[in-house]
């Protein structure tokens, strides 16, 4: 047994994304052992939620919560409120919903793989991965007026419609992107240098990913088929619009990058097949209700399983809110991936995980 | 090999970056921008002050009973919850127009905050002074109104 070494990485960190901090206590370049600290961001969006705002404000403010997947809270906060005001949403505002929500995983997808490409010492990646991100990032503008807070599903339905020349926009980027996909996926399966950090770096095995709970393409990644889009078809009818679900094998980094690449495929497929089967209905169900009883939302973000809770009181302002976020289910599993990699590719790993750490501490 | 060649046709392309504050950048035709307001069209209903999300409309009101409309572009999420809210279309639209950045002087924080607070104010204070005329007026009309009947009775 060699000499141990502690050291810590964050909570400002170059390679780091966000406020997040850990412990790696370190033999010969291997991590042994780890520690995490991932509440540095804490901003009581759930007390605000539950004082300051009154329920339909609140979809604007949960849209705070993350920068990412701001569609994903806003879609969940509106589930759960129409739940507690028992009204049903128009199809159409349903078939929008699920196309924003696809256009946001992709762009989420492609920033994770930009920086664990970036994080590999891979910096040429990057750039071309985030070029190819910045037309979905216009997409979204074009659909929703703002390139970061979409602020698109309202209690009731959808903010605004879908124009035609928008429509035409989606389709003549999603068929030129097509062969940008393939690229890239080419690139993260064969490239020998990205290989040397993300091949058997920060595995977990399907067992380890059962016990511990993970969500999300970190979960299937490792084999796990877990997704809320397999499970529920309630709220939104993501069969019809063919969704099948994607899963790796070795848990690895280079098996989360292809599940993330193959989920990009997927999401291109939803995103076709809405735009082709787009139902002609209202955009929002009007409503005086009050939200009164409890309800709970299940929705796939980009990352996982979000989950949302909700209780009303027959007044304007909830009684409560509470958020838990897929990054939140993930942390016990991030501390074990470590074990037994190298020092080195740690900040792939931590890239990997894709976490969203104002989603968890709120 | 094949990468040599990508390297040198790389040379003869045109950067993809913008040069920002010189070029524009994408901006949609529907840009949810800064909110615009038509004096003339409103019936000062007071809804979009209740529905906007972060208070950035107030409206304040003078003892003679005029309103006026307030909008902070650096308070605003550019929602678009108050033009949904407003009964009278036209009277709130977007202009789809960027906002300019907020600087020291426009103190934002604090002096946004005293507005707000001053315009509640403002309102509160018209409505007592309306009360307290209304309940004068009342008074009054019932003086004559007994005046009257005593004449009448005598």
């Not at chain 2, 840009?31 to 304040?60: D, K, M, Q, T």
């Not at chain 2, 409309?69 to 009278?88: D, H, L, M, Q």
Request: glycine share 6%; aromatic share 10%.
């Amino acid at each position: 047994m060699g000499k141990q070494y502690e050291i810590p990485v964050g909570a400002q960190h170059i390679s780091l994304l966000e406020p997040l901090h850990f412990k790696f206590t370190t033999e010969n370049e291997r991590i042994v052992d780890t520690a995490a600290n991932v509440f540095y961001v804490h901003r009581g969006i759930e007390k605000a939620c539950c004082t300051k705002f009154k329920f339909r404000q609140v979809s604007f403010v949960v849209g705070r919560v993350c920068g990412l997947c701001s569609i994903s809270h806003t879609t969940a906060y509106s589930q759960v409120a129409e739940k507690l005001v028992k009204i049903e949403v128009p199809p159409r505002a349903k078939y929008l919903r699920m196309l924003v929500i696809e256009l946001d995983r992709i762009h989420s997808h492609l920033l994770c793989l930009s920086h664990v490409a970036e994080n590999s010492g891979f910096e040429a990646l990057f750039m071309k991965t985030m070029q190819y991100r910045e037309a979905f990032m216009e997409l979204l503008e074009a659909v929703c007026g703002n390139r970061v807070q979409y602020d698109f599903a309202i209690v009731g339905g959808v903010a605004r419609d879908l124009k035609p020349t928008v429509v035409l926009m989606i389709r003549e980027r999603m068929d030129h992107f097509r062969h940008q996909l393939e690229e890239l996926i080419d690139i993260f399966r064969n490239n020998w240098t990205l290989s040397l950090k993300n091949k058997s770096a920060g595995a977990i095995s399907r067992d380890d990913a059962l016990r511990l709970n993970v969500v999300g393409p970190f979960a299937r990644a490792a084999g796990l088929a877990i997704d809320v889009r397999n499970e529920t078809e309630d709220l939104l009818p993501w069969k019809e619009v063919g969704f099948t679900i994607v899963t790796g094998t070795s848990g690895d980094v280079y098996a989360r990058n292809l599940v993330r690449l193959h989920e990009i495929e997927v999401s291109m497929r939803i995103i076709e097949n809405v735009l082709d089967g787009l139902p002609e209905s209202a955009l929002v169900t009007e409503t005086k209700a009050f939200p009164d009883g409890e309800a709970v939302v299940r929705i796939e973000a980009p990352r996982g399983e979000l989950f949302y809770y909700a209780k009303g009181n027959k007044t304007q302002v909830l009684e409560r809110l509470k958020i838990k976020a897929p990054t939140f289910s993930n942390i016990s599993a991030m501390v074990e991936g470590f074990q037994g990699s190298e020092y080195g590719s740690a900040p792939a790993i931590i890239a990997s995980y894709d976490p969203c750490l104002s989603c968890t501490a709120r | 090999m094949k990468t040599f060649f990508k390297a040198l046709g790389n040379l003869f392309k045109r950067p993809v970056t913008v040069k920002y504050p010189f070029e524009k950048t994408f901006i949609p035709e529907d840009y949810r921008g800064v909110i615009g307001f038509n004096e003339s069209l409103c019936i000062w209903c007071h809804r979009c002050e209740s529905a906007c999300p972060p208070g950035a409309i107030v409206f304040s009101q003078d003892m003679e009973g005029k309103q006026r409309y307030y909008y902070n572009r650096a308070v605003c999420i550019f929602c678009e919850e108050c033009i949904r809210s407003c009964p009278k279309e036209g009277a709130l639209y977007n202009t789809h127009q960027p906002a300019q950045c907020a600087v020291k002087e426009d103190n934002i924080n604090n002096g946004w905050n005293i507005l707000f607070e001053e315009a509640l104010q403002s309102r509160a204070a018209y409505a007592a002074e309306k009360k307290r005329l209304a309940a004068e007026k009342a008074a009054s009309a019932k003086l004559q109104a007994e005046k009257a009947a005593q004449v009448s009775k005598e």
